[in-house]
């Protein structure tokens, strides 16, 4: 046994890391972790610290830290500052974050208590509360894919568990057998709000057979409860769901006060079940330690958190220079991830045959690239068919999806961060909204927020916009403006087939998340083939050059423009038609050098005005002083205006932009009628 910590301070060495098989060095975990919440609370009333989210009453998780190994993947969550410790997270890794330093794991960016520790496959806990449940679920299929070992750990709070995407993540479990734990820490709270007749497991929600309930006040009893728990995990029988009861010994956080929502009389009910104290009695009754040890332990855990957080609040705060760094990756390509060649041919070819191909060409390549989505197997493969026949010659790597948006991105990010090549379908992105959270809180965030310790490249894409009569509100939708208002995602939308065929095969490549847009109305037009792939699709393409008037366009607006061109020629008017296949990151160079050229500006888009990529082109180059002086006339943005597209072809055809309204918005910039 380890009877450690004689009363010396130096019992804990300033690098010590605690993985904690013996009852003993769990006590001493435990300790450590209480008194960097009593630190913490110090500093943060003395004002040297911005915030303080306690673990206090769920140090008892510190007793499942020798359960898990090296293969594991842990999504935790804010109250796990004991397990982490118990898993050899350096206090003083802890102690910086408290901090916001420039050396911690997010590099100040994250609030304290939001742990990060990729290297230990310790996964960036987010604020929004629910969103780890998915992104696990997705490491869980990649880890039982690669078939070595190793389980996803999902800590999750009573509260969070009622968010909607914890089903849809034991849902997905469930059905793939996956080797996850989904653990409820039920502490009975969330903020004020009492949970014990809202929580799923209390409402009986899931089968018996795979949800367990344990006391959390015993680090030994929780680590003999667990233990066969995550064995048959192990074992390939499937995902669990077990809800421990701790008690949250202190206020949500330091903004909280909970003797404004709990009784003195609860309080101290409470504080008599305190998981250290009990824990330390147990150790003395149990003649592990003696109860000077047990003092001498509580005073070294002080000395030592005392220590540690006054280096911790030394080092140095993050450089302002470097609040724009990570949002995306330095180098564009993952490393050792060519671009394959795109596919050769003279024949007309259609967007969504280019796609298809291109798609091929990938999973061909690369054997860590997935397909995910609604339908996409055979025989349908997709209900635009950009799926077809993948599944039937890359079986088991392109699959049906629940009808559940938010499990495709979820789990397209929890595949990414495991190393896998995600290339996920959403049937339409007019279905999004499910998908949101995961895409601009997970996805686009997870670089920034981990510093750029943690990625997740991936590629989602998705069928847009209007043009084909009858999509109604929701089959007609583009949506590129709310995706590039979300830092961290590239965001294309081709015109043309080739240029399909090319960007998917450059977002494959890439090291960061790509939105990848395209327009169901060109999908099944045929386009002559062109030599787009020689081009980078974050590159503007001039599709016709004019000295008179800019004309910029994506998507499906591209060939209105082009028509316009045609018949403004014939007017004498020259228009340069600017193509911008890629939204993110934009090609501003070009965009502002063909303005300064023309002088006069038409931005033609279908998405909806207000807030709108084309407005945001606008007001960049209107605030660039040197394109802003050679403006001859206002620029014009041709647009649906702010309103919904209409079932009717009647309202549909009123609200997009199209031919007219483009030679009118041209004329408005030359002063004259055409
Ligand atoms: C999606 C989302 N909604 C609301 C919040 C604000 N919020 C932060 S913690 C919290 C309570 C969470 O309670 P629980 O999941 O039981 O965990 P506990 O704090 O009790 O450990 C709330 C409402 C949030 N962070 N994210």
Redesign the pocket.
């Known amino acids: 046994m380890n009877r450690i910590a004689k009363g010396s301070p130096a019992a804990f060495d300033a690098t010590e890391v605690f993985p904690c098989p013996d009852p003993v060095s769990i006590f001493r975990v435990m300790a450590v972790s209480r008194e960097a919440e009593t630190r913490e609370s110090i500093l943060f009333r003395q004002g040297r610290g911005q915030f303080h989210l306690p673990s206090a009453g ?1 140090e008892a998780l510190a007793g499942l830290s020798s359960l898990i190994g090296p293969r594991d993947y842990t999504y935790c ?3 796990d500052r004991a397990l982490l410790l118990g898993m050899g997270v350096p206090l003083y890794d802890i102690a910086l974050g408290y901090f916001a330093k420039a050396e911690s794991s997010s590099g100040g960016r994250q609030m304290a208590s939001h742990f990060s520790f990729p290297e230990k496959r310790i996964m960036s806990c987010a ?5 780890q449940c998915l992104p696990a679920a997705g490491t869980a299929a990649a880890l039982k894919r690669d078939g070595k070992g190793g389980i996803a750990l999902c800590c ?6 009622r ?1 909607g995407e914890f089903f849809e993540a034991v849902a997905m479990a469930l059905q793939d057998r996956l080797p996850v734990v989904f653990l409820i ?3 009975g ?3 004020s709000t009492r ?1 014990d007749h809202m929580n799923p497991v209390s409402l009986g929600f899931f089968n018996p057979e795979i949800v367990r309930d344990f006391d959390g006040r015993d680090p030994l009893a929780l680590r003999n409860d667990m233990r066969p728990v995550l064995g048959a995990i192990r074992a390939g029988e499937g995902p669990a769901v077990v809800r421990i009861r701790f008690d ?1 010994l202190m206020s ?1 956080t330091s903004s909280d006060d909970h003797t404004r929502y709990r009784s003195a009389g609860e309080i101290r009910e409470m504080e008599r079940r305190d998981p250290l104290v009990t824990y330390g009695r147990h150790l003395v009754e149990s003649d592990l330690i003696d109860a000077r040890e047990e003092a001498a332990i509580r005073e070294a855990a002080q000395h030592f958190v005392r220590e540690t957080y006054r280096r911790a609040e030394a080092a140095p705060a993050p450089d302002p220079q470097g609040a724009m760094t990570n949002i995306f990756a330095r180098q564009e390509k993952r490393p050792g991830a060519p671009v394959p060649p795109a596919p050769e041919g003279t024949e007309e070819w259609t967007m969504g045959r280019a796609f298809n191909t291109a798609l091929g060409t990938i999973l061909e390549s690369n054997p860590s690239a997935l397909v995910f989505g609604e339908d996409v197997e055979d025989p349908k493969g997709g209900v635009f068919g950009l799926t077809k026949g993948l599944s039937t010659r890359y079986s088991g790597r392109v699959t049906n999806s629940p009808l559940a948006e938010a499990t495709i991105a979820g789990m397209a990010s929890g595949y990414g961060v495991a190393g896998c090549l995600p290339i996920f379908e959403l049937q339409f992105i007019d279905f999004i909204g499910p998908a949101f959270n995961q895409i601009v809180n997970q996805i686009a965030t997870l670089r920034w927020r981990t510093a750029g310790r943690s990625a997740c490249p991936l590629v989602i894409y998705a069928p847009c916009g209007s043009f084909i009569s009858g999509g109604g509100p929701w089959h007609s939708q583009t949506n590129e403006s709310w995706l590039a208002h979300s830092p961290g995602l590239k965001v294309y939308m081709p015109s043309t087939a080739d240029d399909a065929a090319s960007m998917l095969l450059h977002a494959a490549a890439g090291a960061d998340p790509v939105m990848l847009l395209l327009p169901k109305n060109l999908l099944q037009k045929s386009m002559p083939r062109e030599p787009a792939a020689s081009l980078h699709p974050e590159r503007a393409r001039v599709r016709v050059s004019g000295g008179h008037v800019t004309i910029a366009a994506w998507g499906n607006c591209v060939s209105l423009a082009l028509r316009a061109a045609g018949s403004l020629a014939e007017a004498g008017v020259e228009a340069e038609v600017i193509d911008l296949p890629s939204i993110v990151p934009c090609d501003w160079q070009t965009l502002r050098a063909s303005v300064r050229k023309t002088g006069r500006l038409v931005v033609v888009q279908e998405d909806n005005r207000t807030c709108s990529f084309g407005q945001a082109i606008i007001s960049e180059l209107t605030g660039d002083p040197k394109t802003w002086e050679s403006l001859y006339a206002a620029p014009q943005l041709v647009t649906r205006e702010d309103v919904h597209v209409g079932f009717s072809a009647v309202l549909e055809t009123a609200v997009l932009p199209n031919h007219e309204k483009i030679i009118r918005a041209v004329e408005q910039t030359l002063g004259e009628k055409l």
């Open positions: 769920h969550y804010y109250r604020t929004p509360t629910g969103l999750i709070g009573d509260a969070a568990a968010q820490e039920d502490n709270f969330g903020v949970t949250r949500h």
